[in-house]
């Protein structure tokens, strides 16, 4: 069992940088691809970016590439998320998931967090 928490979230300008922290704790998340989700009101959760065990390998959404920066610190259980040159539409509920491959589909994440809002203003 894999406990995800989320930090870091809050409201920014546009072209702003926010970095957001996922803490795992029951055990290591060193056998688990991480990836962070983001649900926006009204719609589906999407995926936002990957990252593999080692950190070695990282997927991304068309829509964050070259502005969102996935890494980990297996040691520390840690996961995060840089993001920078934040938009209005990245507003959204952030989730930190655990799976076993970097897939871009929720299913294939067995542990979420509850979220951290983000909120872009114009």
């Known amino acids: 069992q894999v406990q995800l928490v989320e930090s870091g979230g809050g409201l920014v300008q546009a072209g702003d940088s926010l970095r957001l922290s996922c803490a795992a704790s029951?055990?290591?998340?060193?056998?688990?691809?991480m990836a962070w989700f983001r649900q926006a009101p009204g719609k589906e959760r999407e995926f936002v970016a990957a990252?593999?065990?080692?950190?070695?390998?990282?997927v991304y959404a068309d829509s964050v590439k070259g502005r969102f920066t996935i890494s980990r610190d297996n040691a520390k259980n840690m996961v995060y998320l840089q993001m920078n040159s934040l938009k209005p539409e990245d507003t959204a509920v952030y989730y930190c998931?655990?799976?076993?491959?970097?897939?871009?589909?929720?299913?294939?994440?067995?542990?979420w967090g509850q979220g951290t809002q983000v909120t872009v203003s114009s």
């Open positions: 990252i593999s065990r080692s950190g070695g390998s990282t």
């Open positions: 029951g055990r290591t998340i060193s056998s688990s691809a």
């Open positions: 998931a655990a799976g076993r491959t970097t897939t871009v589909n929720t299913l294939g994440y067995h542990y």
